[in-house]
């Protein structure tokens, strides 16, 4: 345990170059969802709760792709508090989305904790996508009455809540990320040598 809490180095340790891009990628990408953000609530007002899995990925996915580049403990959480800057004062229920968000993104932090940052392959990112949106889902689950619905729709719940953070935040996260990095725009960060390698 004393060999996993060693991880998380404080942001004090951090290179400004690695708050600035964290910061970039929690403004930007917090802008662009404001539409799918509102979008969200006319969803799932038109097709219930199973409209939460359509777009529950998309919010975790700036918080991947500042883990992934940074490689810092506490990436994904630090651009997750970034990314409520921008949706508190600009949408009517900012804190409604921000707090369930800055929650995934420690559960996407977790499967890294789990080997001490030291993977940042394909699988930890599909299982660090996935820890977020289900951790997201288990903080709303009980304030929406989820455990009220017939078991296959909870089911359906759990399973796509898995599923689109794997893939919206997980995979996106890597594709996107890696198809910067071979630009040439990331090459003062280590995600450019897994680029290079197709990891």
């Known amino acids: 345990m004393l060999a996993l809490s060693t991880q998380w180095t404080g942001i004090r340790n951090w290179e400004t170059k690695e708050l600035l891009v964290v910061a970039a990628l929690g403004v930007v990408p917090g802008l662009a969802l404001l539409p799918v953000v509102f979008a969200g609530f006319t969803i799932r007002a038109a097709l219930g709760p ?4 359509l777009n529950a990925g998309l919010f975790y996915l700036p918080g991947l792709m500042a883990l992934y580049i940074v490689r810092k403990p506490g990436a994904s959480v630090l651009n997750g508090v970034f990314v409520g800057l921008v949706w508190i004062p600009l949408t009517p229920f900012g804190l409604a989305v921000t707090v369930p968000t800055i929650v995934a993104r420690i559960g996407s932090e977790i499967p890294f904790l789990l080997t001490r940052y030291r993977r940042y392959d394909r699988t930890m990112m599909v299982a660090s996508g996935a820890s977020a949106g289900l951790l997201a889902l288990g903080m709303i689950y009980i304030p929406s009455s989820f455990q009220t619905l017939a078991l296959p729709i909870q089911v ?5 809540h898995g599923l689109s953070g794997a893939v919206l935040s997980g995979l996106l996260a890597k594709l996107l990320v890696d198809r910067l990095a071979a630009t040439g725009v990331l090459t003062a960060y280590p995600v450019v040598d897994d680029a290079e390698m197709g990891v």
């Open 156 to 160: 359906t719940l759990v399973v796509g």
């Open 50 to 53: 199973l409209g939460t899995i």
